[in-house]
């Protein structure tokens, strides 16, 4: 194995439906794959569960992070330095509720950065909430990934 180095400006960057994903790099024979997000205000995920667990790091603005383990659910407003480890197949969500973009820093299995890469577009989307055609494109690549959308 051999040192690599990825800056922000050289990174794979693409949009997942309005969040901005720069893939940093891989921990090679470990399954591992670090990303940077950039969630605009009003983006995030669906409720959601999926086999990979995640490891957020709030880099910058806040994010609040739904946990749907517990009736009624927990809601987390998690700001700079906060770390939120989420276990295989715990339901949760995002969601940039702020008035500013957030940054996050995560990790994921290899699996949900091919999901990722699987939905990802080069082009910069419009502002605003997903098209139906969106949520469409999200709901395929959700299944063909094994992400399960909650109620």
């Known amino acids: ?69 517990t009736l009624p659910p927990r809601h987390i407003v998690a700001g700079p330095g906060s770390v939120v480890t989420i276990g295989s197949g715990e339901p949760h969500n995002y969601v940039n509720t702020g008035g500013r973009p957030a940054e996050m820093l995560v990790i994921v299995d290899t699996a949900m950065k091919q999901f990722f890469k699987d939905l990802g577009r080069v082009e910069e989307p419009e502002y605003g909430p997903p098209s139906a055609a969106e949520i469409a494109q999200v709901q395929e690549a959700c299944a063909r990934h094994g992400i399960s959308m909650l109620g």
């Open 1 to 69: 194995m051999s040192a690599t180095f990825v800056s922000p400006d050289s990174a794979e960057t693409l949009w997942v439906v309005r969040d901005k994903v720069r893939f940093m790099g891989d921990v090679e024979g470990k399954n591992l794959s670090v990303l940077e997000v950039m969630v605009p205000p009003g983006s995030g995920t669906p409720p959601h569960m999926h086999d990979s667990a995640e490891i957020f790091r709030v880099l910058d603005g806040e994010i609040t992070f739904g946990l749907f383990d």
